[in-house]
């Protein structure tokens, strides 16, 4: 069984900083890229930033500046640091995680419950 789950979400005012952490527990063989998402309400999920195991890195075009992702993969966990945050960035954040479980079972894609952050005045 493979889990992810996230923290450091909340209620900032706009100019603000918020540090979001996902951690991967289970049965984890390797990880080859770990990222995060955001979804608010009626618009669908879009990547924010991923980041491989080699330590390459992708953000949004809304997040380019603003946000930097981190991994650490001996401890398995990804971390989103989020400075001047604006309305805009108000959603549920979630983790994802690209996972082999064990050497002979192909990847998959597993997901955080995930995390509130909300920006306002």
């Known amino acids: 069984q493979v889990q992810l789950v996230e923290s450091g979400g909340g209620l900032v005012q706009p100019g603000g900083s918020l540090r979001l952490s996902c951690a991967a527990s289970g049965t984890i063989f390797s990880i080859s890229a770990m990222g995060w998402y955001r979804q608010a309400p009626g618009n669908q999920r879009e990547l924010v930033a991923d980041?491989?195991?080699?330590?390459?890195?992708n953000y949004a075009d809304s997040a380019k500046g603003r946000f930097t992702i981190s991994r650490d993969n001996a401890k398995n966990t990804v971390d989103l640091q989020m400075n001047n945050l604006k309305p805009e960035d108000t959603a549920v954040y979630y983790c994802?995680?690209?996972?082999?479980?064990?050497?002979?079972?192909?990847?998959?894609?597993?997901w955080g419950q995930g995390t509130q952050v909300t920006v306002s005045s």
């Open positions: 980041i491989t195991s080699g330590g390459s890195t």
């Open positions: 994802n995680a690209q996972i082999v479980p064990r050497a002979t079972i192909h990847i998959g894609s597993y």
